[in-house]
Structures are given as structure tokens and as C-alpha cells.
């Protein structure tokens, strides 16, 4: 084969590969699943037959493709009921106080349908191929759908599960991989907390399933995670907590206070009078006591003066006595 025919050959196969590409994304495109913003409404004349609200038996549960069986969902009712819920597809007639819930059970979701719905849906191409990067379209999915039935189906509570993520941008990088390489076959649920809790909106972030997990087991464990954050969320409204100290508790604190600071300082006042009112008395017997002392040491002589001059007498006295000349003597 010569070097033109060569050429020629594999720029038909690059045609015929970018033809493909193209087909393939428009038969996605055409074919692809139906976008939330799209689903039916609730009570209108085709909602239970797109939902199989007759076949499920259960007026809380939408599931257009089918991923639960009868008997699944009647395990699944009591677990609802225990928690003291009730149906969002309940208009015009909504008159319970109750919490209310909806399951909506998706068998496909595509990024594409996400962007027809809105805008602030980012660019396909800045989804990546890794599961991870896909739960933000999950939990946008479930805001959209929110959103669509919020009139119709004013819900507290929308658990969305979806089996499988479309990514159309996808199909031209992976197309030689598998026969349906966009689609990530990884089950995500997300519990999506609205209206009368949307104090626990930042729970709402989606998980990806245990493949070995059944979609009854994942929506029992949704509902009682929900079930305890609920709970936890309402009982300081049941059992309020004194949050700050009562003011008698100040005052009583504040008298006591006062009262041991009077105590102690009139004890002070007290002591220092006492011990004024004693030092004189001890100064005066330390005086008497000291003049006893030297009265009894100098012969009971009072005065030190008196002493001194009758010794000198005396011993004047006994010079002359002593025939001492004048000039001797003392």
C-alpha cells in the first residue's frame, strides 16, 4: 500500500470516528433522561402513572422506573410511619401538621437535563469522570425537583435516590472504553431539608451506596439519620434550657458578698480597738514592776538621788571617824 492510500485510510477512520461521536452524542442527547424541572406535577391527570403511585400502593413514594419492589415498599411504611410522617403529594387537601416527606427513586440522571433546568448549573466539562465529582449534580437534581414541586408538593423532607449519573460531555473521551462509558454506575442518595427544616439544610449532602446495599436498607438508614437529627433539632423547642443566670441568684450572690466584707472588716475594727484599749495598762505595770525593782535592789529607797547622797554622808562619817586629814577626804 502506497503512502497517499495509507494517508487516505486513516483520515477516513477519522472521519467516520468524529461521524460516530456525533451520532452517539445526539442519540444521547435525544434519548437522554428526563430533567427535573420536567417531571410531571403532583395531582395532575398523568403524576400516579408516572410515579406508579396505584402499583406501590404508597402515596409518599415516586418511582418511575421501578427500582423497588411491592413488598420493599411496605417494609419501608412502617419505618415512615414510626416516624410520625406524612405525604407531600397531599394538595389541595394538606390540612395535617405533620412533617411532611416524599422519595423520589431515579434510574438515570443526566447533566444535561441539570443545565436545561439552570443556569447556575456549572459547565459539563468542569464535572469530572471520578464518582466524587457528581454528588453536587445529585444534590442539585434534588434542589431543582424541589423547587418544581414546591407549589404542588410542599415537602419538608425529599429523599432522592439516584442509580446512575449521564455526562454526555463524557462520550467522546471514553467512547472505545465500554458501551456506555458516561454512565456512572454508582447509587447516590440525598436528603434534601426544606421549609420547616431547613434548619438542618447543611445535612443535605449526598452519599454514595454500598453496592452490596439494597435501595430498602439505604432509604431505612436515610430516614432514621433524619429521624435522629429531627429529634435532636427539637428538643431544646420541648425542654428549654435556662440559658442565662437568674437575677435573684445575682442579687443573693452579690448580698452574701457584701455582707462577708461588713463581717470582716468589723472584725478588724473590733480587734484593733482591743488592742488599743490594752497597750496602756500593759505599759503602766511594766513601769511599777521596774520601779519596785530598783526601789527593793537600793535598800527601799525610792529616788536614786536620795541613795546617793546618804552613802556619800556615810562615808563622810567614817572619815572623820577615821582621823583622815581634810585634804583626803572625799
Avoid at 20 to 48: K, S
Avoid at 165 to 185: D, E, T
Avoid at 218 to 238: N, R, S, V
Avoid at 292 to 302: E, H, I, K, P
Wanted: hydrophobic fraction near 40%; aromatic fraction near 10%; include cysteine.
Amino acid at each position: 500500500m502506497s503512502y497517499a492510500a495509507a494517508a487516505g485510510f486513516s483520515q477516513l477512520l477519522r472521519h467516520v470516528f468524529v461521524l460516530t461521536t456525533l451520532l452517539y452524542e445526539v442519540t444521547a442527547t435525544i434519548m437522554e433522561p428526563q430533567a427535573p424541572c420536567h417531571y410531571d406535577l403532583p395531582y395532575t391527570n398523568t403524576f400516579p402513572i408516572f410515579c406508579q403511585l396505584n402499583y406501590h400502593g404508597a402515596n409518599y413514594l415516586c418511582d418511575p422506573a421501578g427500582l423497588m419492589s411491592r413488598t420493599e415498599v411496605d417494609l419501608l411504611a412502617d419505618t415512615v410511619s414510626s416516624l410520625n410522617l406524612s405525604t407531600a403529594f397531599c394538595q389541595p387537601h394538606c390540612g395535617t401538621k405533620k412533617l411532611r416527606v416524599a422519595v423520589v427513586l431515579e434510574n438515570v440522571a443526566s447533566l444535561h437535563g441539570l443545565q436545561t433546568c439552570s443556569q447556575s448549573v456549572p459547565p459539563l466539562h468542569t464535572f469530572s469522570s471520578r464518582p466524587p465529582a457528581l454528588v453536587p449534580a445529585a444534590l442539585e437534581f434534588a434542589r431543582l425537583l424541589n423547587d418544581h414541586w414546591d407549589d404542588a408538593a410542599p415537602a419538608d423532607l425529599l429523599i432522592v435516590l439516584i442509580k446512575s449519573v449521564l455526562n454526555p460531555r463524557l462520550q467522546s473521551k471514553l467512547l472505545l472504553r465500554s458501551f456506555h462509558p458516561s454512565h456512572i454506575h454508582r447509587p447516590i442518595i440525598v436528603p434534601y431539608f426544606t421549609r420547616r427544616l431547613s434548619h438542618l439544610s447543611r445535612y443535605s449532602v449526598g452519599v454514595f451506596l454500598n453496592p452490596r446495599q439494597s435501595y430498602l436498607e439505604a432509604l431505612k438508614e436515610t430516614f432514621a439519620h433524619a429521624g435522629k437529627l429531627i429529634t435532636m433539632k427539637q428538643l431544646p423547642i420541648m425542654m428549654p434550657k435556662p440559658t442565662t443566670i437568674p437575677r435573684w441568684v445575682i442579687y443573693a450572690t452579690l448580698g452574701l458578698l457584701a455582707t462577708v466584707i461588713i463581717a470582716v472588716r468589723m472584725a478588724n475594727w473590733v480587734s484593733r480597738r482591743m488592742d488599743r484599749a490594752r497597750k496602756p495598762k500593759w505599759c503602766t505595770a511594766s513601769y511599777k514592776a521596774d520601779s519596785r525593782f530598783r526601789a527593793g535592789f537600793a535598800g527601799g529607797m525610792m529616788i536614786r538621788n536620795e541613795q546617793t547622797r546618804k552613802s556619800t554622808m556615810m562615808f563622810r562619817s567614817f572619815n572623820k571617824r577615821n582621823g583622815i586629814p581634810p585634804a583626803q577626804r572625799i
